[in-house]
């Protein structure tokens, strides 16, 4: 089966790396943004409506309810584009997680105390933590585009010298 | 709600903003220097923390940075949110403004200026700064008047006038103008053999098929060193 | 003089047009070939040279932090080997393209160098010029951008040039220049075709209608 389901975790959600990359590459024509914050923000759902292709199907969800319907969602055998906000935000859905979706840190801007880890990807100490914690179970592709090589980390916490 | 922008400078500031891109905070020191520009034009006296601040991490389609600035002073005079919009609209602008300009304009003024380049190559070229820039240039000139006038709302705009559709209708008629250039080119420069026109029918399919699997350079080197071969052992 | 002046002027502003500022297409490969080829003659061959070029150009989209490979100093090496007569058979050409081709690498790579310098410019402005305007490092920014087209542009055009004359005092086959860019175009047109998005079908029969219907025009 060739169905992709991609679990990013982009700080900017949708933007032109998303369209450009993922989506018109991967013919990719469900997208789910899964963000607490996203959800309660009707200007910020028009928006990000918006801005996708027209044949392209937004939905969002909630932590919680993301977990809760990732059944349904996975059954529909379609490739999705699953988005998230934040490491966080990806290792609080850890329990849906399995060997057959792509989990990929594409874009999570520069701030203090953070640790470069490609030009797109900066992390902080506990980003690292939880990224540590899920790459124990499943592969991480740290990279912006799909058809770049992802950086190859296996020992997140080494960046951190632990 | 144009007596905030001195428009002729801004909209020349707005084509080198992006002067200092880097991967710190991207096109953030060109945001700040814009949004300076419009400070010091129209007395706003905006505290210094407050702009220094605009030299954070930010990155947008350079040719819709101007609706960003209009929808941040006008959250800014009113007190709003200027700088949580500012964050939302530069991915969402990103996305209408590389898929239409980088992923779809380009490819349809280059075709278009090909096309009429065949007849003069110079008038091709006009074209292609013709069609290209009256976009760009709308674009930057008009934005902040319609995020200052819209504010917050300015996606509606987008909406209305259906620009994440111009890029799939763009696409569709390049795909038609490319089938124009291949086989006008092919006949005009090309050989009058069968042989020929074969070669070229291969070469299409093998680009169509292998296009998503090797990277467009690297195939550029093997149809190079291919036309080697094929002028080393049959002649030109 | 003064074309050799306009030369260096053209590979620093075609630098800054693609990198730093203005984005007002100079430096598309077919606007920039042709542009050197009015300035020192064969217009139409860099046209053409310029045309299958942007084909493969218009593919690599430069979003967000992505560094597209650099196609105006591609186009701008041919160009000028063209209209200085360095490229005067096929073979000749052939192997310029496939030394522009390896190193555009190089090149490319500058302009990650570049946007690090940038960085490093940015650094120092926060670090000691926090609330003064930050138009001195833009247009430092963009200072470099255009000496980046002047030396690099220019240097990795004159090594391209003499091996290229090196070797075409071995090797020298005459062929049909324009046929074989069109043959080249004919690749670069099938990744055209699946990079543009349009629902499949649709897009594949329109492009086989403007197909028939350019070689019934002629």
Known sequence: MNRKLIFRVDDRLIHGQVIEGWIKYFKIREIIIVSDRVCKDDLQRMIYSSILPEDCILQFYSIENFINNFAEIYSAKRSILILFESVRDLYNVREVLNDEIIINVGCVASREHKIEITDTVFLDKDELILLSKLREKYDIQVKKLPWETAVEIKNFLSLIGE | ????????????????????????????????????????????????????????????????????????????????????????????????????????????????????????????????????????????????????????????????????????????????????????????????????????????????????????????????LACFVMLVTKGG | MFSYLALFFISGISSVDRNAALHMMFSRPLVLSTIVGLLFGNVYLCFLSGLLIELFGNIDVPVGT?????????????????????????????????????????????????????????????????YKSPFSIIWKGIMIAFLKGVVLYNLFCLVTMFIVVQIESYMSIEGNITAYIFLMSSFLAGYLMRFLSFKSIHKYVIFVMGLVLGWLVI
């Not at chain 2, 006038?149 to 490319?178: C, H, P, Q």
């Open chain 2, 1 to 224: 709600m144009v007596s905030y922008l001195n428009k002729g400078k801004s909209f020349l500031k707005s084509l080198i903003f992006t002067g200092n891109w880097n991967y710190e905070n991207m096109q953030g020191s060109g945001f700040r220097l814009l949004l300076e520009d419009i400070n010091k034009a129209n007395d706003l006296n905006i505290d210094e923390k407050q702009i220094a601040k605009q030299s954070e991490y930010f990155n947008t389609h350079p040719f819709l940075v101007t609706f960003i600035l209009g929808v941040w002073f006008k959250e800014f005079l009113k007190e709003g949110q200027p700088d949580y919009f500012k964050k939302v609209y530069s991915s969402a602008l990103a996305a209408l403004g590389d898929s239409f300009f980088w992923h779809s304009l380009r490819p349809i003024s280059f075709i278009i200026a090909a096309l009429f380049g065949l007849i003069n190559p110079i008038f091709g070229v006009i074209l292609y700064l013709l069609i290209f820039n009256f976009f760009h240039f709308s674009f930057l000139y008009i934005g902040f008047d319609m995020g200052f006038f819209m504010g917050k709302e300015v996606i509606s705009w987008f909406n209305r006038i259906k620009f994440n559709k111009w890029s799939g209708y763009a696409d569709f008629i390049t795909a038609f103008l490319l089938g124009l250039l291949l086989s006008l080119g092919l006949k005009k420069y090309g050989l009058e053999t069968i042989n020929y026109y074969f070669t070229a029918t291969c070469f299409l399919l093998v680009g169509f098929v292998i296009a998503k699997k090797l990277d467009v350079l690297f195939s550029l080197i093997l149809v190079v």
């Open chain 3, 66 to 130: 992505k560094v597209s490979k650099d196609d105006t100093f591609m186009s701008y090496t041919m160009a000028v080997l063209i209209s200085f007569d360095v490229v005067q058979v096929l073979s000749d050409y052939l192997l310029a393209l496939l030394v522009v081709i390896i190193f555009v690498f190089p090149v490319t790579y500058v302009d990650v160098l570049t946007r690090k310098w940038n960085q490093h410019l940015l650094m120092r402005y926060l670090k000691y010029n926090l």
